[in-house]
């Protein structure tokens, strides 16, 4: 079946320390992207990526990094710099950088130790 | 002023029900709408999606898109518990690769 994996589906961050959040897709879609959504609001966008080796800051980029070295893979770290983390991430795709409709993963909650 | 308003609820109904769930917004080039289901803790799923006005039925669900009045709607016609989740509108507009959502609608549907 075609879709989008997260993982892993729960993580804890220490004070200091990075952490890296997977998502890979096999729907053979150039776009994907990074939401995150906390509690009684909408979906905020982190970064997007359009194509290989290529990606653009979202609306609240700062203390997040990507890559996509990879069709398939866009891996999202939460550096240290990102002093609120908690909230619950996900991963999302569609066909190409104009496609009308996005598909979802199915999310992983970060939380702060 | 967000450029997508959805009440948040909780909307409370009895089950067989019909629900009405509904999302405004302010840019007149918006031409793509979807609604999505979202149950706790897991991703959104994909329930409904419109290009311009009208309206589309898939089994119990109609989403209907009125673009002069800037309001779009997602009706659920016998309601099960089942039902209970958050649904989210999202919007595009065309040749645009960013979505705009809605804060999400939380539904309860009673035995």
């Known amino acids: 079946d075609g879709g989008i994996t997260q993982s892993p589906k729960y993580l804890f961050r220490k004070e200091g320390q990075n952490v890296t959040l997977s998502c890979e897709q096999n729907?053979?879609?150039?776009?994907m992207y990074w939401y995150r959504q906390d509690p009684g609001q909408g979906l905020r966008l982190i970064y997007y990526?359009?194509?290989?080796?290529?990606?653009q800051k979202g609306d609240i980029a700062e203390g997040y990094s990507v890559s996509r070295e990879k069709k398939e893979s866009f891996p999202l770290t939460v550096t240290s710099a990102q002093k609120n983390p908690t909230a619950f991430y996900l991963c999302?795709?569609?066909?190409?950088?104009?496609?009308?409709?996005?598909?979802f993963g199915s999310g992983t909650q970060l939380s702060v130790l | 002023q967000k450029e997508v308003e959805q009440d948040p609820g909780p909307l409370s109904v009895p089950e067989g029900a019909i629900v009405s769930l509904n999302c405004t917004y302010s840019?007149?080039?918006?031409?793509?709408f979807m609604w999505y289901r979202q149950y706790s803790r897991k991703g959104p799923e994909l329930l409904m999606y419109?290009?311009?006005?009208g309206n589309k039925e898939d089994g119990r669900f109609t989403a209907q898109v009125d673009k002069s009045s800037k309001y779009i709607s997602l009706f659920i016609r016998d309601s099960q518990p089942s039902d209970s989740a958050t649904y989210l509108c999202?919007?595009?507009?065309?040749?645009?690769?960013?979505?705009?959502f809605g804060s999400g609608t939380k539904l309860n549907v009673k035995p």
């Open positions: 419109t290009y311009s006005s």
């Open positions: 999202a919007m595009k507009k065309n040749n645009f690769n960013k979505f705009y």
């Open positions: 990526s359009q194509i290989v080796n290529d990606f």
């Open positions: 999302a795709s569609s066909i190409d950088s104009v496609g009308e409709k996005l598909f």
């Open positions: 729907l053979n879609h150039d776009a």
């Open positions: 840019n007149s080039a918006f031409q793509y």
